[in-house]
């Protein structure tokens, strides 16, 4: 089991292009969700979706969009990307969104805008 | 909503001594505490979790204890060693529908030889 993939694992931008970070896990978990980590402020989350066909909003939601595309994939779209968006964005997933669940995390995308 | 603070942000030890991370957090209804370490350049891991019917988990070298009525926990590592460097996260979460996880800034936790 590969676990959780996520791609691109480098991206440079310019502010104001667009792209879509891809996550996709193969443990049949429940749950995913989008975190950016940046010095000194542990991990924020974007967003989660709870199961498939459901999203919410986490603590950092403006700027972003996501996509619950089947119960293995989760997408993070930048519309319009800024200088505050450089960071490493994680993707993870659990069994369940319930109290309790393990999260497992992919490697990590390391992002820059300029 | 929840907030957890954690202390302190760098720590530094000597091989062989033990290490103590502490965290609190404001809601208590949070009954569910996991640490995670993270590997420089790697992704964070689960070491060890703790939930709120219990007052402390040990796992080999590692520990975590839990104060409920002080909202306080702490992660305790005894006989460290170089594999322990790496930051540490905190978090905390509750039973919901909706539950989310609220992480710590984390500890960057140094051993020296």
């Known amino acids: 089991n590969a676990g959780v993939t996520q791609t691109p694992k480098f991206q440079v931008l310019k502010t104001g292009q667009s792209m879509t970070l891809q996550c996709a896990q193969d443990?049949?978990?429940?749950?995913m969700y989008w975190y950016r980590q940046d010095p000194g402020m542990g991990l924020r989350l974007i967003y989660y979706?709870?199961?498939?066909?459901?999203?919410d909003k986490g603590e950092v939601p403006n700027g972003y969009n996501v996509s619950r595309l089947n119960k293995r994939e989760f997408s993070l779209r930048l519309e319009s990307a800024a200088p505050s968006q450089t960071s490493v964005y994680f993707c993870?997933?659990?069994?369940?969104?319930?109290?309790?669940?393990?999260?497992?995390f992919g490697p990590g995308t390391r992002l820059t805008v300029l | 909503g929840e907030n957890v603070e954690q202390h302190p942000s760098t720590l530094s030890v000597q091989e062989g001594d033990s290490a103590v991370i502490k965290c609190t957090y404001s809601d208590s209804a949070s009954n569910y505490f996991p640490w995670y370490k993270q590997e420089l350049g790697k992704r964070p891991q689960l070491i060890i979790d703790?939930?709120?019917?219990?007052g402390e988990k040990k796992d080999q070298r590692i520990a975590v204890t839990l104060n409920k009525t002080a909202k306080h926990f702490s992660l305790h590592i005894t006989e460290t060693q170089p594999e322990d460097s790496a930051v540490y996260f905190c978090?905390?979460?509750?039973?919901?529908?909706?539950?989310?996880?609220?992480f710590g800034s984390g500890t960057r936790l140094s051993i020296r030889p």
């Open positions: 979706s709870a199961s498939e066909g459901t999203t």
């Open positions: 443990m049949n978990h429940n749950s």
């Open positions: 993870a997933s659990s069994r369940s969104v319930l109290s309790g669940n393990e999260q497992f």
């Open positions: 703790i939930r709120s019917n219990v």
């Open positions: 978090a905390a979460s509750k039973d919901s529908s909706a539950s989310k996880i609220i």
